[in-house]
């Protein structure tokens, strides 16, 4: 965790994943060698493909260059596998500092997240987890059709919890997301156990 100037914070935080997530690092001084740590595990014995193993490599630095830029401290990707298929999704981790003297609590933050978007119908509750009280907010987002540009029924599905850090008027904000909507909420239940497992650290 990004250090924070307060004696009562916690020093960190620790999450349990499942097998098959991979942790990038976004700090630039690391950045690079978590990326390239990836993409040599994802082409490990795959000499015939540079084109693709270069394209992901430079995909990859530019999401972690763009995640750290918004706060980011970790991102993590799934490389679980289901059959022959590798199931996306992805988990930022980032430090929001909020412009307030006091901690603001969850219930308040809960309001605000829901009637900041009256255009969208987001699900907004706040949920008991390992380290505390939290606000989670599920989302569906209508994804553009790359060939027009126009929506479609495509949709990605996000659950953040927003954990308020002890000590700070911070909040450690998790983002899942996956573009499988079809199994959104068996994913949304594996997104809730790893928050759930969140704990502060000395």
């Known amino acids: 965790m990004t250090p924070i100037e307060n004696d009562t914070a916690p020093a960190d935080y620790r999450l349990l994943l499942p097998d098959g997530w991979f942790r990038i690092l976004l700090d630039p001084d690391v950045r690079n060698r978590s990326v390239d740590a990836l993409v040599e595990r994802q082409f490990n014995g795959i000499d015939n493909a540079p084109h693709l193993k270069e394209e992901l490599r430079t995909d990859l630095r530019r999401r972690a260059a ?4 918004s706060g980011g401290i970790e991102l993590y990707l799934s490389l679980q596998e289901a059959g022959p298929f590798t199931v996306p999704a992805s988990l930022l981790v980032t430090l929001a500092p909020l ?18 978007e009256p255009g969208e119908t987001p699900e907004v509750s706040v949920e008991e987890v390992a380290a505390g009280a939290a606000v989670r907010v599920r989302r569906r987002t209508k994804q553009p059709s790359p060939e027009s540009g126009a929506s479609t029924e495509h949709a990605s599905v996000s ?35 790893i928050a759930g497992s969140l704990t502060w650290t000395e």
Do not use: C, N, Q
């Open 66 to 69: 763009k995640a750290y830029r």
């Open 99 to 116: 412009r307030h003297a006091e901690p603001l609590p969850p219930e308040d933050l809960a309001r605000a997240l829901a009637a900041a």
């Open 159 to 193: 659950v953040e919890y927003h954990v308020p850090v002890p000590g700070t008027a911070a909040f450690l904000l998790l983002t899942f997301s996956t573009p499988l909507e079809p199994i959104a909420d068996a994913m949304a239940g594996l997104f809730d156990a």
